[in-house]
Protein backbone atom coordinates (compact mmCIF):
# COMPACT_ATOMS: atom_id res chain seq x y z
CA UNK A 1 0.00 0.00 0.00
CA UNK A 2 2.70 2.43 0.46
CA UNK A 3 5.36 1.64 -2.06
CA UNK A 4 5.50 4.91 -4.11
CA UNK A 5 6.99 3.33 -7.18
CA UNK A 6 6.14 0.69 -8.81
CA UNK A 7 7.25 -1.18 -12.65
CA UNK A 8 5.05 -3.03 -15.61
CA UNK A 9 5.57 -4.14 -19.18
CA UNK A 10 3.96 -0.86 -19.92
CA UNK A 11 6.65 0.93 -18.46
CA UNK A 12 9.74 -0.52 -21.52
CA UNK A 13 10.63 0.21 -25.12
CA UNK A 14 13.06 -2.83 -25.67
CA UNK A 15 16.00 -2.15 -28.07
CA UNK A 16 16.61 -5.25 -30.73
CA UNK A 17 19.34 -5.82 -33.15
CA UNK A 18 18.80 -6.33 -36.98
CA UNK A 19 21.19 -8.09 -39.91
CA UNK A 20 20.97 -8.69 -43.46
CA UNK A 21 20.68 -12.54 -44.12
CA UNK A 22 17.81 -15.24 -43.10
CA UNK A 23 17.76 -17.63 -39.94
CA UNK A 24 20.44 -16.23 -38.19
CA UNK A 25 20.81 -15.61 -34.47
CA UNK A 26 24.22 -13.92 -33.22
CA UNK A 27 24.57 -13.16 -29.60
CA UNK A 28 26.66 -10.22 -28.85
CA UNK A 29 29.52 -11.30 -26.76
CA UNK A 30 29.56 -7.69 -24.69
CA UNK A 31 26.31 -8.44 -23.92
CA UNK A 32 24.71 -11.68 -22.86
CA UNK A 33 21.38 -12.48 -23.85
CA UNK A 34 21.20 -9.92 -26.24
CA UNK A 35 20.98 -10.61 -30.01
CA UNK A 36 21.45 -10.00 -33.54
CA UNK A 37 18.64 -11.07 -35.44
CA UNK A 38 17.68 -11.46 -39.59
CA UNK A 39 14.34 -10.19 -39.71
CA UNK A 40 12.80 -14.05 -39.94
CA UNK A 41 13.82 -14.67 -36.66
CA UNK A 42 13.64 -10.73 -35.28
CA UNK A 43 9.87 -11.46 -35.88
CA UNK A 44 9.81 -14.45 -33.59
CA UNK A 45 11.38 -12.82 -31.30
CA UNK A 46 8.76 -9.94 -30.91
CA UNK A 47 6.09 -12.78 -30.99
CA UNK A 48 7.51 -13.64 -27.71
CA UNK A 49 8.07 -10.60 -26.23
CA UNK A 50 4.45 -9.84 -27.16
CA UNK A 51 3.02 -12.88 -25.33
CA UNK A 52 5.12 -10.98 -22.28
CA UNK A 53 3.38 -8.39 -22.54
CA UNK A 54 5.99 -6.09 -24.53
CA UNK A 55 4.05 -3.49 -26.67
CA UNK A 56 7.30 -1.05 -27.71
CA UNK A 57 10.03 -1.95 -29.49
CA UNK A 58 13.26 0.55 -31.08
CA UNK A 59 15.05 -1.73 -33.83
CA UNK A 60 18.87 -0.70 -34.46
CA UNK A 61 20.36 -1.82 -38.08
CA UNK A 62 24.04 -3.25 -38.26
CA UNK A 63 24.74 -2.69 -41.49
CA UNK A 64 27.41 -4.26 -43.94
CA UNK A 65 30.47 -2.19 -44.30
CA UNK A 66 30.40 -1.91 -48.25
CA UNK A 67 27.47 -0.40 -47.65
CA UNK A 68 28.89 2.96 -45.85
CA UNK A 69 29.67 6.39 -47.30
CA UNK A 70 30.86 9.34 -46.02
CA UNK A 71 27.41 10.68 -46.16
CA UNK A 72 25.39 7.40 -45.03
CA UNK A 73 23.27 7.46 -48.43
CA UNK A 74 22.02 4.05 -47.34
CA UNK A 75 20.43 5.35 -44.19
CA UNK A 76 17.91 6.59 -46.59
CA UNK A 77 16.85 3.66 -48.80
CA UNK A 78 13.22 2.86 -48.78
CA UNK A 79 14.21 -1.10 -49.87
CA UNK A 80 17.58 -1.38 -47.73
CA UNK A 81 17.88 -3.63 -44.76
CA UNK A 82 16.07 -1.18 -41.96
CA UNK A 83 13.33 0.27 -44.05
CA UNK A 84 12.11 -4.02 -45.22
CA UNK A 85 12.43 -4.52 -41.94
CA UNK A 86 9.99 -1.65 -40.33
CA UNK A 87 7.77 -2.91 -42.51
CA UNK A 88 7.90 -7.04 -42.09
CA UNK A 89 7.48 -5.93 -38.04
CA UNK A 90 4.32 -3.30 -38.38
CA UNK A 91 3.02 -5.69 -41.17
CA UNK A 92 3.16 -8.65 -38.55
CA UNK A 93 2.29 -6.89 -35.40
CA UNK A 94 0.56 -3.73 -36.45
CA UNK A 95 -0.49 -3.27 -32.61
CA UNK A 96 2.80 -2.55 -31.37
CA UNK A 97 4.63 0.42 -31.03
CA UNK A 98 7.27 1.22 -33.44
CA UNK A 99 10.54 3.60 -32.22
CA UNK A 100 12.57 4.04 -34.91
CA UNK A 101 16.38 5.51 -35.18
CA UNK A 102 17.54 8.39 -36.62
CA UNK A 103 21.14 9.05 -37.01
CA UNK A 104 23.88 8.65 -39.69
CA UNK A 105 26.32 6.62 -37.45
CA UNK A 106 25.31 2.48 -38.53
CA UNK A 107 25.62 4.25 -41.65
CA UNK A 108 28.25 6.43 -41.80
CA UNK A 109 32.44 5.25 -43.03
CA UNK A 110 33.08 7.55 -40.62
CA UNK A 111 31.04 6.35 -37.54
CA UNK A 112 30.28 9.62 -36.45
CA UNK A 113 26.10 10.85 -36.13
CA UNK A 114 26.95 13.63 -38.62
CA UNK A 115 28.75 14.53 -41.90
CA UNK A 116 32.89 14.91 -40.99
CA UNK A 117 34.53 17.76 -43.04
CA UNK A 118 38.81 18.36 -42.08
CA UNK A 119 37.86 16.89 -38.72
CA UNK A 120 34.55 18.82 -37.83
CA UNK A 121 30.54 18.26 -37.96
CA UNK A 122 28.94 19.73 -40.09
CA UNK A 123 25.72 20.61 -39.01
CA UNK A 124 23.58 22.24 -41.30
CA UNK A 125 24.39 19.48 -43.89
CA UNK A 126 23.50 16.85 -41.38
CA UNK A 127 20.02 17.64 -40.84
CA UNK A 128 19.41 16.82 -44.64
CA UNK A 129 19.98 13.15 -44.24
CA UNK A 130 18.40 13.08 -40.84
CA UNK A 131 15.30 14.57 -43.01
CA UNK A 132 15.36 11.91 -45.28
CA UNK A 133 15.83 9.37 -42.97
CA UNK A 134 12.61 10.02 -40.80
CA UNK A 135 10.48 10.05 -43.68
CA UNK A 136 11.80 6.81 -45.25
CA UNK A 137 11.28 5.25 -41.72
CA UNK A 138 7.80 6.84 -41.39
CA UNK A 139 6.56 5.81 -44.28
CA UNK A 140 7.52 2.26 -43.66
CA UNK A 141 5.76 2.14 -40.48
CA UNK A 142 7.47 4.31 -37.58
CA UNK A 143 5.19 5.52 -35.15
CA UNK A 144 7.84 7.11 -33.26
CA UNK A 145 11.24 8.71 -34.79
CA UNK A 146 14.04 8.89 -32.15
CA UNK A 147 16.95 11.15 -33.21
CA UNK A 148 19.61 10.58 -31.44
CA UNK A 149 22.64 12.37 -33.17
CA UNK A 150 22.80 15.51 -31.23
CA UNK A 151 22.23 18.04 -33.81
CA UNK A 152 21.27 21.18 -33.56
CA UNK A 153 17.86 21.92 -35.16
CA UNK A 154 17.11 18.24 -35.68
CA UNK A 155 13.58 18.24 -34.03
CA UNK A 156 12.49 21.07 -36.16
CA UNK A 157 13.46 20.23 -39.43
CA UNK A 158 12.38 16.06 -38.79
CA UNK A 159 9.31 18.30 -37.60
CA UNK A 160 8.66 19.97 -40.79
CA UNK A 161 9.50 17.06 -42.97
CA UNK A 162 6.80 14.51 -41.19
CA UNK A 163 3.94 17.59 -41.69
CA UNK A 164 4.78 18.11 -45.09
CA UNK A 165 4.90 14.90 -46.11
CA UNK A 166 1.50 13.96 -44.49
CA UNK A 167 2.69 12.70 -41.82
CA UNK A 168 1.73 14.50 -38.80
CA UNK A 169 0.96 11.89 -36.49
CA UNK A 170 4.31 10.00 -36.03
CA UNK A 171 5.85 10.98 -33.02
CA UNK A 172 9.05 11.98 -32.26
CA UNK A 173 11.30 10.92 -29.10
CA UNK A 174 14.17 13.61 -29.08
CA UNK A 175 17.60 12.38 -27.61
CA UNK A 176 17.27 15.42 -25.62
CA UNK A 177 20.51 15.16 -23.20
CA UNK A 178 22.56 12.37 -24.79
CA UNK A 179 25.79 12.82 -22.61
CA UNK A 180 29.29 11.63 -24.16
CA UNK A 181 29.44 8.50 -22.40
CA UNK A 182 31.92 5.90 -21.62
CA UNK A 183 28.74 3.10 -21.48
CA UNK A 184 27.89 3.05 -25.00
CA UNK A 185 30.59 0.42 -25.83
CA UNK A 186 28.93 -2.94 -26.30
CA UNK A 187 26.28 -1.04 -28.18
CA UNK A 188 28.70 0.28 -31.15
CA UNK A 189 29.97 -3.56 -31.23
CA UNK A 190 26.61 -4.57 -31.62
CA UNK A 191 26.43 -2.25 -34.44
CA UNK A 192 30.01 -1.89 -35.60
CA UNK A 193 29.39 1.43 -35.31
CA UNK A 194 32.40 2.85 -33.28
CA UNK A 195 33.63 6.30 -34.65
CA UNK A 196 36.80 5.87 -36.65
CA UNK A 197 38.61 8.87 -35.42
CA UNK A 198 38.25 11.76 -32.84
CA UNK A 199 35.41 11.44 -30.14
CA UNK A 200 31.82 12.64 -30.04
CA UNK A 201 32.23 15.25 -27.91
CA UNK A 202 31.56 18.43 -30.38
CA UNK A 203 28.18 16.97 -30.34
CA UNK A 204 26.94 14.83 -27.11
CA UNK A 205 27.12 16.54 -23.95
CA UNK A 206 29.49 16.90 -21.52
CA UNK A 207 28.92 14.71 -18.48
CA UNK A 208 29.89 17.53 -16.01
CA UNK A 209 26.93 19.45 -17.10
CA UNK A 210 23.70 19.68 -16.04
CA UNK A 211 21.75 22.82 -16.36
CA UNK A 212 22.60 22.28 -20.21
CA UNK A 213 20.36 19.81 -20.62
CA UNK A 214 17.21 22.43 -19.45
CA UNK A 215 18.37 23.97 -22.59
CA UNK A 216 18.10 21.23 -24.76
CA UNK A 217 14.72 20.07 -23.30
CA UNK A 218 13.35 23.82 -23.68
CA UNK A 219 14.66 24.13 -27.52
CA UNK A 220 13.19 20.32 -28.29
CA UNK A 221 10.36 21.46 -26.80
CA UNK A 222 10.05 24.38 -28.64
CA UNK A 223 11.10 22.76 -32.13
CA UNK A 224 7.93 19.55 -31.73
CA UNK A 225 9.40 17.26 -29.36
CA UNK A 226 6.43 14.40 -28.43
CA UNK A 227 8.70 13.04 -25.69
CA UNK A 228 12.36 13.85 -24.20
CA UNK A 229 15.25 11.44 -23.70
CA UNK A 230 17.99 11.33 -21.62
CA UNK A 231 20.79 8.90 -22.36
CA UNK A 232 22.58 7.09 -20.21
CA UNK A 233 19.96 6.69 -17.84
CA UNK A 234 21.86 4.88 -14.76
CA UNK A 235 24.44 7.97 -14.16
CA UNK A 236 21.90 10.62 -14.78
CA UNK A 237 19.70 9.94 -12.67
CA UNK A 238 19.77 13.24 -11.49
CA UNK A 239 19.17 14.85 -15.11
CA UNK A 240 16.38 12.52 -15.76
CA UNK A 241 14.32 14.31 -12.12
CA UNK A 242 15.80 17.58 -13.19
CA UNK A 243 13.40 17.39 -16.46
CA UNK A 244 11.05 15.43 -14.94
CA UNK A 245 10.56 18.78 -12.69
CA UNK A 246 11.27 21.23 -15.37
CA UNK A 247 9.68 19.99 -18.53
CA UNK A 248 5.55 19.05 -19.42
CA UNK A 249 6.16 16.46 -21.80
CA UNK A 250 6.51 12.53 -21.25
CA UNK A 251 10.45 11.86 -20.25
CA UNK A 252 11.91 8.71 -21.35
CA UNK A 253 15.86 7.04 -19.68
CA UNK A 254 17.59 4.63 -21.82
CA UNK A 255 19.08 2.28 -19.93
CA UNK A 256 22.35 1.20 -22.27
CA UNK A 257 24.36 -1.36 -23.37
CA UNK A 258 26.89 -0.55 -20.73
CA UNK A 259 24.69 -0.14 -17.92
CA UNK A 260 23.35 -3.74 -18.81
CA UNK A 261 26.74 -5.48 -19.38
CA UNK A 262 27.98 -4.40 -15.73
CA UNK A 263 25.29 -6.13 -14.24
CA UNK A 264 25.50 -9.16 -16.61
CA UNK A 265 29.45 -9.28 -16.23
CA UNK A 266 29.00 -9.34 -12.21
CA UNK A 267 26.14 -11.56 -11.92
CA UNK A 268 27.88 -13.58 -13.70
CA UNK A 269 31.12 -13.79 -11.75
CA UNK A 270 28.81 -14.35 -8.72
CA UNK A 271 29.77 -11.06 -7.30
CA UNK A 272 25.94 -10.13 -7.41
CA UNK A 273 22.22 -11.12 -7.75
CA UNK A 274 21.75 -10.32 -11.33
CA UNK A 275 17.88 -10.27 -10.98
CA UNK A 276 17.66 -8.02 -7.72
CA UNK A 277 20.55 -6.14 -9.27
CA UNK A 278 18.54 -5.65 -12.73
CA UNK A 279 14.96 -4.71 -10.62
CA UNK A 280 16.74 -2.18 -8.23
CA UNK A 281 18.10 -0.65 -11.04
CA UNK A 282 14.77 -0.45 -13.35
CA UNK A 283 13.03 0.97 -10.22
CA UNK A 284 15.86 3.82 -9.55
CA UNK A 285 15.24 4.67 -13.06
CA UNK A 286 10.87 4.88 -12.72
CA UNK A 287 11.58 6.46 -9.31
CA UNK A 288 13.59 9.42 -10.63
CA UNK A 289 11.12 10.35 -13.26
CA UNK A 290 11.23 8.46 -16.36
CA UNK A 291 7.89 7.34 -18.02
CA UNK A 292 9.67 5.40 -20.21
CA UNK A 293 12.18 3.07 -19.75
CA UNK A 294 14.31 1.23 -23.09
CA UNK A 295 16.47 -1.34 -21.50
CA UNK A 296 17.58 -4.81 -22.93
CA UNK A 297 16.46 -6.02 -19.50
CA UNK A 298 12.73 -5.38 -20.62
CA UNK A 299 11.85 -8.98 -22.09
CA UNK A 300 13.71 -10.24 -19.09
CA UNK A 301 11.80 -8.55 -16.62
CA UNK A 302 8.67 -9.50 -18.47
CA UNK A 303 9.67 -12.79 -17.48
CA UNK A 304 10.33 -11.95 -13.91
CA UNK A 305 6.45 -10.73 -14.13
CA UNK A 306 5.23 -14.22 -15.17
CA UNK A 307 7.62 -15.84 -13.12
Known amino acids: MVQETSLSTNDFIFPLFIIEGQNQRTEISSMPGIYRYTVDMLLEEIASCVELG ?35 IKKNFPEVVLMTDVAMDPYSSDGHDGIVENGQI ?18 AGADIVGPSDMMDGRVGHIRRVLDENGFTKVGIMSYTAKYASAFYGPFRDALDS ?4 GDKKTYQMNPANSREALIEAELDTAEGADFLMVKPALAYLDIIKLLRDNAHLPIAAYNISGEYAMVKAAAQKGWIDGEKAMLETLTSIKRAGADIILSYFAKEFAQYLKK
Open 54 to 88: IKAFAPFPNIPEPLKDKYATESHNSEGLYAGAIRE
Open 122 to 139: LNDETLEVLGKMALVQAR
Open 194 to 197: APKM
